[in-house]
């Protein structure tokens, strides 16, 4: 009766131990780190610099606190961080490209007013 005891005490702690041992291996997320560069790249080359300050920069803190995570082999984490710096690098791309859609239009708006002036004279 003791042995069976032992024994399943001894396979408890075994079972524990396997998955403990699976859940730490977590791949680097170093895939979801580039693209999250590259998204941040483009965010910036549409004009996110200028009309969507604050998104870019959370983006460019949200990668960098990434691979500082990679760097420490918290994966899971670097993993969240890489992928909410991709979104941020996307909204930032989005703003800007609205943004500037929206200057575009003015742009038209006043150019119609000042023909519209014109051909009242």
Same mark, same amino acid.
């Given at each position: /009766?003791? +042995?069976?005891? !032992? !024994?399943? $005490? #001894?396979?408890?702690?075994?079972? +524990?131990?396997?998955l &403990?041992? #699976?859940a730490?291996?977590v791949?680097?997320p %170093?895939?979801? *780190?580039?693209l999250?560069?590259? =998204? +941040?790249a483009q965010?910036?080359s =549409?004009?996110?610099v %200028?009309f $969507?300050?604050v998104e +870019?920069k959370?983006a460019?803190?949200? !990668? =960098? ?5 990679? @760097?420490? %082999? ?6 969240r961080?890489? @992928?909410?710096? /991709?979104v941020d690098a996307?909204l $930032?791309? &989005?703003?800007?490209r609205s943004?500037?859609s929206?200057k *575009? *239009?003015? %742009?038209?708006?006043?150019?119609i007013? *000042? !023909?519209?002036?014109? /051909?009242s004279?």
């Amino acid at each position: /009766m003791r +042995i069976w005891k !032992l !024994l399943k $005490a #001894c396979l408890a702690t075994l079972f +524990i131990f396997v998955l &403990a041992g #699976c859940a730490a291996q977590v791949p680097a997320p %170093e895939k979801q *780190v580039t693209l999250a560069a590259q =998204s +941040i790249a483009q965010a910036e080359s =549409s004009g996110a610099v %200028e009309f $969507a300050p604050v998104e +870019i920069k959370s983006a460019r803190d949200k !990668l =960098s606190q990434a691979k500082l995570a990679m @760097d420490r %082999e918290e994966h899971l984490k670097a993993k969240r961080l890489a @992928d909410e710096a /991709m979104v941020d690098a996307n909204l $930032a791309e &989005a703003k800007a490209r609205s943004a500037k859609s929206q200057k *575009v *239009v003015e %742009e038209l708006k006043e150019s119609i007013r *000042v !023909l519209q002036q014109e /051909m009242s004279r």
